[in-house]
C-alpha cells in the first residue's frame, strides 16, 4: 500500500514562500512520475506542477510558472514544491500524486495519477 504524506503548509504574507514536501511509503518515489494539485472548495482539483520519474522534466501550469519549483529527491524518497511570490489566489488544499512507471510527469488530469496524499493547506493572506 502506498502512502503519500504532505507537510509544510501553512499562513504566509502575499509575496512570501513556502516549501511542501511530499514523502512517500510503501512504494519508493524514484520510478514513477509526479505531481502537484490544488483544490478550493467547489472547485475542480486543478494541476500545478509535474515532474518526470528522472527528475529532470518538469512541467507547469501557466498561473505557477517562474514562481513555483517542483523537484524529487530520490534517495529521501520524496517530492518538493518550493513556493515563491505567493499571492492570494495561490490559498488552496495541496495535494500529491504518484502517477505510472517511467511517467513523463505531463499529465495535467487528476486521473493521470493512482495515488494520493491527504493534502495540505496554504493560505495566502493579503
Known amino acids: 500500500q502506498v502512502r503519500l504524506v504532505e507537510s509544510g503548509g501553512g499562513v504566509v504574507q502575499a509575496g512570501g514562500s513556502l516549501r511542501l514536501s511530499c514523502a512517500a511509503s510503501?512504494?519508493?518515489?524514484?520510478?514513477?512520475?509526479m505531481a502537484w494539485f490544488r483544490q478550493v472548495p467547489g472547485k475542480r482539483r486543478e494541476f500545478v506542477a509535474g515532474i518526470g520519474w528522472t527528475g529532470s522534466n518538469t512541467y507547469y501550469a501557466d498561473s505557477v510558472k517562474g514562481r513555483f519549483t517542483v523537484s524529487k529527491d530520490n534517495a529521501k524518497n520524496t517530492v518538493y514544491l518550493q513556493m515563491n511570490s505567493l499571492r492570494p489566489e495561490d490559498t488552496s488544499v495541496y495535494y500529491c500524486?504518484?502517477?505510472?512507471?517511467?511517467?513523463?510527469?505531463?499529465?495535467?488530469?487528476?486521473?493521470?495519477?493512482?495515488?494520493w496524499g491527504q493534502g495540505t493547506q496554504v493560505t495566502v493572506s493579503s
Open positions: 500524486a504518484q502517477g505510472v512507471s517511467y511517467g513523463s510527469g505531463s499529465g495535467t488530469r487528476p486521473s493521470d495519477y493512482t495515488y
Open positions: 510503501g512504494r519508493t518515489h524514484s520510478n514513477y512520475d
